[in-house]
């Protein structure tokens, strides 16, 4: 396991522990370079511009540290994808659950289409090799068309190896990389990066530049040939486009403030438990959450925009920073600063109040749950207390033991800690 990680660009954070002359000598360079470390969900993390990031790369040759850096990972992801498409196969007959949604993945179209089920029986034609998805009221589940003592049965699966499955039959397709008229940013249309593995998506985000505008993600524009061969993986065949975007010309949207209860409540109740634990006072209205400590006040409020901003009292999040945990900690952090709340953990207490939605949302709790316990195995305990938490991470561990999915997480503390909640 290397030293470092470059997790976003210019971004790097420690992975692996470093000698204390190393560390040193990482000090040195950071501050030849003006820059200062900080701690990002319990990990010392630093974030470089452009221009310092190849100098920090530069420095490092020789001090004995190692580093995985984006270009590292774009090497590693490739391999894992085959250029090779798996045909469906033959047209089968299954009986499906006429209670719930269905929908079918259609590898040409790359899209999602509703599955008609009709009939008493509820009988359907579909190819082997198909993935499924069903939704009811509460829950999402895949599913795969295979054959077992040569009959077709629906193989339950995991979101994540869906899509890894998905990605196989994808058949080759085109996307297009405009520039704004400096020729320094590449932008391509969300239309053509929809339904990707989670591995070939999250590394396109490590690699999105500061601009945002609607529609679109937004890269270096030396980073091209790395993009290029992340949207290969995909079977997705990047070229660039003679029509450019100017940037200058761009109209400013206005940002849509979300209702309070319009947010999901899960998450909306924990960063209102979040602000309380730390002290501050929470008042209440359609648009705003009226935020008071001991030394000032503000209005905060969500907004449909993947920028937040702040403009005297009135802070305006973003509705994506309620689902990412490193948000959300930073967000929290300024506002104790800024109010006056408590000097406590915010890492922990995120972890603690953090709701589990999603795969996303289970990976960060299991993982902070591993790391809390290295460091104190009563804090470890804490972040599953609440049983509904609990239940959903020992879910997760009992498909670990049964081969249901796999994981590189260190399952065995896991189950460590588990047992200590029973």
Known sequence: MPNLCETYKGTFTKVNSIHFSQQNKIDRILNKLNARPKLLNRRWTCILDKSNREDFLGSLWGTGVTVHTLEDHVKVLVKLYRPEIRRLGELSEIEINPHESWQEFNPQKRTWQSLDVSGKKSIVKIKLGTVLKSTDLETEKYFRIITSDEKPVLAPLEKRAAYNIIVTQFEPAKAFWQTDKKNQIGFIKTDYLENLPEEIFSTLLRFQSDKKISDYMSFDEEDYELVRSVLASAKIELQRSSETIDLCDEKKTEAITIPVDKIEKD????????????????????????????????????????????????????????????????????????????????????????????????QYTVQSLIEYWKIDK???????VDKKKFDKVNEWNVKIKTGKIRSNLDTVALGKILKSRQ
């Open 267 to 362: 998450r909306i109740d924990a960063f209102i438990a979040m602000i309380t634990e730390l002290g501050g006072k929470i008042g209440q209205d359609d648009e705003h959450l009226n935020i008071t400590g001991k030394v000032d006040s503000v209005k905060l409020s969500f907004i449909q925009s993947e920028k937040s901003n702040q403009e005297g009292k009135i802070i305006s999040v973003s509705m994506s920073a309620l689902e990412d945990p490193r948000r959300i900690t930073e967000l929290l952090a300024m506002l104790r600063k800024r109010l006056g709340l408590l000097p406590m953990s915010i890492e922990n207490l995120v972890c603690r109040h953090w709701p589990i939605l999603k795969d996303s949302d289970l």
């Open 378 to 384: 009563n804090l470890a305990i804490s972040v599953i």
